[in-house]
């Protein structure tokens, strides 16, 4: 990466501490925040009390949603000085669908990501956040949104296991992958995986931070 990437995605599981970097990163570089619009989802409470009947409303939403704004991105933001930090990756988003539909839901679903995925900005970087499942639901109990608790109900160990095997064979950008396992809180290893990103070229390159 001879230039510095003007769209960086943040990426892992909930608990991995992606809002936190992507904030601080966006600041550093000033460039524009962008946010998952998974708070704006109708559905989510309607799937907590009942997944099987309301994970496709509830999915399709999701893909929509984030489809538009990646549009957004391709008009605007990605040419405006300072770029772009966003704190979702747009082709993770069928790693939930495949959680969390049945087989005749996730062939309609995977028709409809394959048409509006071609349509969407590719990151210049990507950065993945990880950690071990149970630092992750240590983390996730200390928060209460409704949201953390579906995950908390028996998905964070499957979708821990989904975006690793995902990422395992991610190629579409460099990727820094950062393994956050061995710190309690990641507020406290910023400046060391923003160093990691600037250091970040092509490839894949693994990081941890706190590790002795």
Request: proline share 5%; hydrophobic share 45%; charged share 25%.
């Amino acid at each position: 990466m001879s230039t510095r990437p003007r769209y960086i995605a943040v990426e892992g599981p909930p608990g991995a501490g992606v809002g936190v970097v992507a904030e601080r990163l966006s600041r550093t570089l000033g460039a524009r925040l962008v946010r998952d619009p998974a708070s704006e989802n109708p559905f989510l409470g309607r799937f907590a009390a009942e997944p099987q009947r309301f994970a496709f409303q509830a999915q399709v939403f999701f893909l929509l949603s984030r489809f538009r704004q990646q549009g957004e991105l391709l008009q605007e933001d990605l040419f405006s000085r300072g770029g772009v930090v966003a704190d979702y990756l747009f082709t993770r988003d069928r790693l939930w669908a495949r959680l969390t539909l049945s087989c005749e839901e996730l062939a309609l679903y995977e028709r409809i990501h394959s048409m509006l995925g071609a349509r969407v900005p590719r990151p210049d970087l990507v950065v993945y956040l990880t950690a071990r499942p149970e630092v992750l639901r240590a983390r996730i109990k200390q928060r209460v949104k409704e949201t953390d608790r579906v995950i908390e109900s028996g998905l964070i160990d499957e979708i821990a296991q989904a975006m690793s095997g995902f990422f395992f064979r991610y190629e579409d950008c460099p990727l820094l992958v950062v393994n956050t396992s061995e710190v309690d809180h990641v507020e406290r290893v910023l400046d060391d995986i923003l160093a990691a990103i600037r250091r970040t070229r092509a490839g894949v390159t693994h990081f941890v931070p706190g590790a002795t």
